[in-house]
Protein backbone atom coordinates (compact mmCIF):
# COMPACT_ATOMS: atom_id res chain seq x y z
CA UNK A 1 0.00 0.00 0.00
CA UNK A 2 0.92 3.48 -0.42
CA UNK A 3 1.49 5.94 2.63
CA UNK A 4 -0.18 8.95 2.78
CA UNK A 5 3.00 10.82 2.69
CA UNK A 6 4.77 8.86 -0.13
CA UNK A 7 1.13 10.27 -2.06
CA UNK A 8 0.99 13.56 -1.22
CA UNK A 9 4.21 13.11 -2.61
CA UNK A 10 3.80 11.80 -5.74
CA UNK A 11 0.66 14.49 -6.09
CA UNK A 12 3.22 17.04 -5.80
CA UNK A 13 5.42 15.86 -8.49
CA UNK A 14 2.33 15.21 -10.34
CA UNK A 15 1.20 18.93 -10.20
CA UNK A 16 4.33 20.33 -11.20
CA UNK A 17 5.19 18.05 -14.00
CA UNK A 18 1.60 18.67 -15.07
CA UNK A 19 2.19 22.24 -14.99
CA UNK A 20 5.57 22.53 -17.13
CA UNK A 21 3.70 20.07 -19.83
CA UNK A 22 0.86 22.03 -20.19
CA UNK A 23 3.19 25.12 -20.64
CA UNK A 24 4.85 23.22 -23.48
CA UNK A 25 1.61 22.38 -24.80
CA UNK A 26 -0.34 24.76 -25.24
CA UNK A 27 2.38 26.47 -27.77
CA UNK A 28 2.14 22.89 -30.04
CA UNK A 29 -0.46 21.48 -33.04
CA UNK A 30 -2.53 19.12 -31.73
CA UNK A 31 -3.97 15.89 -33.60
CA UNK A 32 -7.53 17.47 -33.30
CA UNK A 33 -7.09 20.87 -34.74
CA UNK A 34 -7.43 19.80 -38.47
CA UNK A 35 -10.09 17.56 -39.67
CA UNK A 36 -9.85 13.77 -39.25
CA UNK A 37 -8.54 12.22 -42.32
CA UNK A 38 -9.98 9.01 -43.89
CA UNK A 39 -9.19 6.03 -42.02
CA UNK A 40 -7.29 2.93 -43.83
CA UNK A 41 -10.61 -0.53 -44.11
CA UNK A 42 -11.54 -1.61 -40.88
CA UNK A 43 -12.45 -5.71 -41.28
CA UNK A 44 -14.06 -8.04 -38.32
CA UNK A 45 -12.59 -11.69 -39.13
CA UNK A 46 -12.96 -14.36 -37.57
CA UNK A 47 -8.74 -15.08 -36.64
CA UNK A 48 -8.20 -18.89 -35.79
CA UNK A 49 -7.05 -19.30 -31.90
CA UNK A 50 -8.76 -15.53 -30.97
CA UNK A 51 -12.09 -14.96 -31.89
CA UNK A 52 -13.57 -11.83 -33.81
CA UNK A 53 -11.19 -8.89 -34.26
CA UNK A 54 -11.24 -5.72 -35.43
CA UNK A 55 -8.53 -4.75 -37.45
CA UNK A 56 -7.51 -2.01 -40.50
CA UNK A 57 -5.23 -2.67 -42.46
CA UNK A 58 -3.73 0.11 -45.30
CA UNK A 59 -2.86 -2.95 -48.09
CA UNK A 60 0.47 -2.59 -49.57
CA UNK A 61 1.72 0.69 -50.68
CA UNK A 62 1.60 1.39 -54.29
CA UNK A 63 5.76 1.91 -54.78
CA UNK A 64 6.94 -1.23 -53.00
CA UNK A 65 6.72 -2.52 -49.50
CA UNK A 66 9.77 -1.42 -46.61
CA UNK A 67 7.61 -4.23 -45.12
CA UNK A 68 4.27 -4.45 -42.52
CA UNK A 69 3.70 -2.57 -39.44
CA UNK A 70 1.73 -3.56 -36.78
CA UNK A 71 0.35 -0.71 -34.49
CA UNK A 72 -0.51 -0.96 -30.73
CA UNK A 73 -1.96 0.87 -29.13
CA UNK A 74 -1.87 2.16 -25.47
CA UNK A 75 -4.16 2.05 -22.56
CA UNK A 76 -7.98 2.77 -22.69
CA UNK A 77 -7.09 4.83 -26.46
CA UNK A 78 -7.64 2.09 -28.76
CA UNK A 79 -6.48 2.11 -32.61
CA UNK A 80 -8.61 4.88 -34.39
CA UNK A 81 -8.50 7.65 -31.83
CA UNK A 82 -4.39 6.56 -30.99
CA UNK A 83 -2.97 6.30 -34.33
CA UNK A 84 -5.56 8.39 -36.93
CA UNK A 85 -2.98 10.56 -37.87
CA UNK A 86 -0.31 7.44 -38.16
CA UNK A 87 -1.69 5.58 -40.48
CA UNK A 88 -1.34 7.63 -43.87
CA UNK A 89 1.92 8.42 -42.31
CA UNK A 90 3.61 5.25 -42.49
CA UNK A 91 1.75 4.57 -45.70
CA UNK A 92 3.23 7.02 -47.50
CA UNK A 93 6.25 5.88 -45.93
CA UNK A 94 6.64 2.64 -48.14
CA UNK A 95 4.63 0.42 -45.09
CA UNK A 96 1.68 -1.56 -44.69
CA UNK A 97 -0.15 -0.71 -41.65
CA UNK A 98 -2.15 -2.81 -39.80
CA UNK A 99 -3.84 -2.23 -36.50
CA UNK A 100 -5.86 -4.18 -33.91
CA UNK A 101 -8.18 -3.04 -30.60
CA UNK A 102 -7.01 -5.20 -27.86
CA UNK A 103 -9.07 -6.83 -25.95
CA UNK A 104 -11.49 -4.86 -24.18
CA UNK A 105 -10.93 -1.16 -26.11
CA UNK A 106 -12.76 0.38 -28.52
CA UNK A 107 -13.85 -2.76 -31.24
CA UNK A 108 -11.71 -5.62 -29.25
CA UNK A 109 -12.99 -8.88 -27.89
CA UNK A 110 -15.07 -8.61 -24.82
CA UNK A 111 -13.30 -11.93 -22.73
CA UNK A 112 -14.32 -12.56 -19.45
CA UNK A 113 -10.43 -12.24 -18.26
CA UNK A 114 -7.65 -9.62 -19.47
CA UNK A 115 -4.07 -10.27 -19.81
CA UNK A 116 -1.35 -8.94 -21.78
CA UNK A 117 -0.09 -12.48 -22.89
CA UNK A 118 -3.87 -12.95 -24.70
CA UNK A 119 -3.47 -9.62 -26.14
CA UNK A 120 0.26 -10.81 -27.15
CA UNK A 121 -1.41 -14.47 -28.45
CA UNK A 122 -4.47 -12.13 -30.47
CA UNK A 123 -1.92 -9.81 -32.11
CA UNK A 124 0.42 -12.89 -33.48
CA UNK A 125 -2.87 -15.02 -34.61
CA UNK A 126 -4.07 -11.66 -36.92
CA UNK A 127 -0.38 -11.39 -38.09
CA UNK A 128 -0.55 -15.66 -38.99
CA UNK A 129 -4.03 -14.90 -40.23
CA UNK A 130 -3.02 -12.07 -42.74
CA UNK A 131 0.16 -13.95 -43.93
CA UNK A 132 2.14 -10.83 -43.31
CA UNK A 133 5.16 -12.42 -40.75
CA UNK A 134 7.42 -11.46 -39.81
CA UNK A 135 6.04 -7.71 -38.72
CA UNK A 136 7.70 -4.34 -37.61
CA UNK A 137 5.70 -4.10 -34.42
CA UNK A 138 5.11 -0.53 -33.04
CA UNK A 139 3.80 -0.85 -29.12
CA UNK A 140 2.85 2.49 -27.39
CA UNK A 141 3.11 2.20 -23.38
CA UNK A 142 0.46 -0.88 -23.05
CA UNK A 143 0.91 -1.81 -26.45
CA UNK A 144 4.73 -1.70 -25.60
CA UNK A 145 3.70 -4.55 -22.87
CA UNK A 146 2.08 -6.39 -25.80
CA UNK A 147 4.93 -5.84 -28.61
CA UNK A 148 7.92 -7.38 -25.75
CA UNK A 149 5.53 -10.41 -25.16
CA UNK A 150 5.37 -10.91 -28.52
CA UNK A 151 8.74 -11.00 -28.54
CA UNK A 152 9.65 -13.14 -26.17
CA UNK A 153 6.32 -15.72 -26.80
CA UNK A 154 5.76 -15.45 -31.21
CA UNK A 155 9.27 -14.64 -32.16
CA UNK A 156 8.34 -16.14 -35.86
CA UNK A 157 6.26 -13.33 -36.03
CA UNK A 158 8.19 -10.24 -35.06
CA UNK A 159 11.17 -8.90 -36.89
CA UNK A 160 11.77 -5.89 -35.13
CA UNK A 161 9.86 -3.67 -32.45
CA UNK A 162 9.64 0.49 -31.93
CA UNK A 163 8.64 0.48 -27.68
CA UNK A 164 7.23 3.93 -27.31
CA UNK A 165 6.67 5.45 -23.85
CA UNK A 166 6.94 2.91 -22.40
CA UNK A 167 9.42 0.23 -20.09
CA UNK A 168 10.29 -2.91 -18.34
CA UNK A 169 8.12 -2.53 -15.55
CA UNK A 170 5.62 -0.39 -14.28
CA UNK A 171 5.43 -1.10 -10.76
CA UNK A 172 8.25 1.01 -9.28
CA UNK A 173 6.70 4.35 -10.60
CA UNK A 174 5.30 6.15 -7.79
CA UNK A 175 3.11 7.92 -9.78
CA UNK A 176 1.76 4.55 -10.97
CA UNK A 177 1.12 3.04 -8.14
CA UNK A 178 -0.95 5.49 -7.17
CA UNK A 179 -2.85 4.70 -10.91
CA UNK A 180 -3.01 0.84 -9.95
CA UNK A 181 -4.17 1.23 -6.38
CA UNK A 182 -7.09 3.25 -7.80
CA UNK A 183 -8.66 0.89 -10.47
CA UNK A 184 -11.69 -0.04 -8.25
CA UNK A 185 -12.71 3.64 -8.48
CA UNK A 186 -11.90 4.06 -12.16
CA UNK A 187 -13.75 1.06 -13.10
CA UNK A 188 -16.81 2.61 -11.72
CA UNK A 189 -16.30 5.80 -13.33
CA UNK A 190 -15.71 4.02 -17.03
CA UNK A 191 -19.28 2.92 -16.24
CA UNK A 192 -21.02 5.73 -14.74
CA UNK A 193 -19.12 8.30 -16.48
CA UNK A 194 -21.70 10.98 -18.64
CA UNK A 195 -20.17 11.60 -22.47
CA UNK A 196 -19.99 15.09 -21.30
CA UNK A 197 -17.15 14.22 -18.77
CA UNK A 198 -15.22 12.01 -21.71
CA UNK A 199 -15.28 15.33 -23.64
CA UNK A 200 -14.29 18.03 -20.83
CA UNK A 201 -11.23 15.63 -20.89
CA UNK A 202 -10.58 15.78 -23.95
CA UNK A 203 -10.70 19.17 -24.37
CA UNK A 204 -8.44 19.37 -21.20
CA UNK A 205 -6.06 18.26 -23.18
CA UNK A 206 -6.04 18.80 -26.53
CA UNK A 207 -8.68 21.35 -28.39
CA UNK A 208 -9.68 21.52 -31.59
CA UNK A 209 -11.80 20.78 -34.66
CA UNK A 210 -15.63 19.78 -33.35
CA UNK A 211 -16.33 16.88 -35.63
CA UNK A 212 -12.92 15.37 -34.67
CA UNK A 213 -13.00 16.07 -31.50
CA UNK A 214 -16.71 14.19 -30.94
CA UNK A 215 -15.93 11.88 -32.76
CA UNK A 216 -12.59 10.87 -30.88
CA UNK A 217 -14.67 10.85 -27.31
CA UNK A 218 -17.02 8.41 -29.23
CA UNK A 219 -14.23 5.99 -29.58
CA UNK A 220 -12.71 6.02 -26.38
CA UNK A 221 -16.44 5.29 -25.13
CA UNK A 222 -16.52 2.76 -26.64
CA UNK A 223 -14.60 0.91 -24.53
CA UNK A 224 -15.74 -1.95 -21.85
CA UNK A 225 -15.09 -0.59 -18.34
CA UNK A 226 -14.46 -4.16 -16.46
CA UNK A 227 -11.89 -4.94 -18.96
CA UNK A 228 -10.13 -1.92 -19.22
CA UNK A 229 -9.71 -1.51 -15.25
CA UNK A 230 -8.66 -5.27 -15.62
CA UNK A 231 -5.99 -3.89 -17.65
CA UNK A 232 -4.42 -1.58 -15.69
CA UNK A 233 -4.18 -4.26 -13.24
CA UNK A 234 -2.15 -6.47 -15.24
CA UNK A 235 0.19 -3.70 -16.37
CA UNK A 236 1.14 -2.76 -12.73
CA UNK A 237 2.08 -6.51 -12.43
CA UNK A 238 3.96 -6.40 -15.54
CA UNK A 239 7.64 -7.17 -15.36
CA UNK A 240 10.17 -8.00 -18.10
CA UNK A 241 12.98 -7.68 -16.37
CA UNK A 242 13.37 -11.54 -15.92
CA UNK A 243 13.09 -12.56 -19.88
CA UNK A 244 14.11 -9.42 -21.59
CA UNK A 245 17.59 -10.53 -22.10
CA UNK A 246 16.25 -13.64 -23.97
CA UNK A 247 14.45 -11.57 -26.87
CA UNK A 248 16.85 -11.30 -29.83
CA UNK A 249 14.70 -9.10 -32.55
CA UNK A 250 16.39 -5.73 -33.05
CA UNK A 251 14.55 -2.90 -31.05
CA UNK A 252 14.66 0.99 -30.96
CA UNK A 253 13.43 2.79 -27.97
CA UNK A 254 11.36 5.73 -28.87
CA UNK A 255 11.66 8.04 -25.15
CA UNK A 256 9.19 11.10 -24.08
CA UNK A 257 11.32 12.89 -22.36
CA UNK A 258 8.83 15.01 -20.36
CA UNK A 259 6.12 11.59 -19.53
CA UNK A 260 4.38 11.76 -16.56
CA UNK A 261 3.18 8.48 -16.15
CA UNK A 262 5.99 6.52 -17.64
CA UNK A 263 9.43 8.22 -16.37
CA UNK A 264 11.66 8.83 -18.70
CA UNK A 265 14.18 7.26 -16.85
CA UNK A 266 12.22 3.87 -16.99
CA UNK A 267 12.08 4.02 -20.78
CA UNK A 268 15.67 4.10 -20.98
CA UNK A 269 16.54 1.39 -18.53
CA UNK A 270 14.37 -0.40 -20.77
CA UNK A 271 17.05 0.61 -23.67
CA UNK A 272 19.68 -0.50 -21.17
CA UNK A 273 18.26 -3.79 -20.69
CA UNK A 274 17.93 -4.20 -24.67
CA UNK A 275 20.97 -2.76 -25.41
CA UNK A 276 18.36 -0.67 -28.09
CA UNK A 277 19.14 2.78 -29.50
CA UNK A 278 16.84 5.63 -28.42
CA UNK A 279 15.19 8.20 -30.39
CA UNK A 280 14.14 11.18 -28.09
CA UNK A 281 10.83 13.05 -28.77
CA UNK A 282 10.03 16.08 -26.09
CA UNK A 283 6.91 15.30 -25.60
CA UNK A 284 4.61 13.70 -22.85
CA UNK A 285 2.76 10.47 -22.45
CA UNK A 286 0.06 11.21 -24.73
CA UNK A 287 2.03 12.48 -27.50
CA UNK A 288 0.73 11.22 -31.05
CA UNK A 289 -2.34 13.41 -29.85
CA UNK A 290 -0.99 16.58 -28.14
CA UNK A 291 2.30 16.77 -30.45
CA UNK A 292 1.40 14.75 -33.43
CA UNK A 293 3.90 16.34 -36.34
CA UNK A 294 6.94 15.92 -33.63
CA UNK A 295 6.28 12.27 -32.80
CA UNK A 296 5.23 11.21 -36.28
CA UNK A 297 8.96 12.70 -36.75
CA UNK A 298 10.36 10.69 -34.27
CA UNK A 299 8.80 7.23 -35.34
CA UNK A 300 9.84 7.65 -38.70
CA UNK A 301 14.01 8.16 -37.58
CA UNK A 302 12.85 4.92 -35.33
CA UNK A 303 11.62 2.99 -38.15
CA UNK A 304 14.94 3.92 -40.06
CA UNK A 305 16.85 3.58 -37.49
CA UNK A 306 15.52 -0.19 -36.74
CA UNK A 307 15.62 -1.20 -40.95
CA UNK A 308 19.74 0.06 -40.65
CA UNK A 309 19.48 -2.46 -38.12
CA UNK A 310 18.16 -5.22 -39.58
CA UNK A 311 20.17 -5.20 -42.88
CA UNK A 312 23.36 -5.11 -40.83
CA UNK A 313 22.28 -8.24 -39.09
CA UNK A 314 20.93 -9.94 -42.53
CA UNK A 315 24.42 -9.33 -44.19
CA UNK A 316 26.13 -10.35 -41.18
CA UNK A 317 24.20 -13.52 -41.20
CA UNK A 318 25.08 -13.75 -44.87
CA UNK A 319 28.70 -13.21 -44.21
CA UNK A 320 28.77 -15.79 -41.80
CA UNK A 321 27.22 -18.36 -43.78
CA UNK A 322 29.79 -17.62 -46.81
CA UNK A 323 32.59 -18.30 -44.63
CA UNK A 324 30.32 -21.52 -43.56
CA UNK A 325 30.45 -22.43 -47.72
Known amino acids: MI ?37 PPGYIAEVPGAGDLFYRDTGEPGAGSRGTVLLLHGWMVPSDPHWFRTYSLLHEEGYRVIALDARGHGRGLRAQRFELADCAADAAALVRYLDCEPVICVGYSMGGLIAQLMAKRHPDEVAGAVLVATASELRESLLLQLVWSGMGA ?140
Open 186 to 325: FQWWLKLAPRWTWTLAVNAIVRGDEATTAWAVGELRRGAAEDIAEAGRDMGRFDSRPWLEDVRQPMVVLVTTIDLLVPPSHQRELARRLEAPVVEVHSDHLAPATTPGRFGRGLCQALDLLEHMREREEAELRNVGGTGM
Open 3 to 39: SPVEALRATSILAQHARAAVRFLLSGDTALERPRPPL
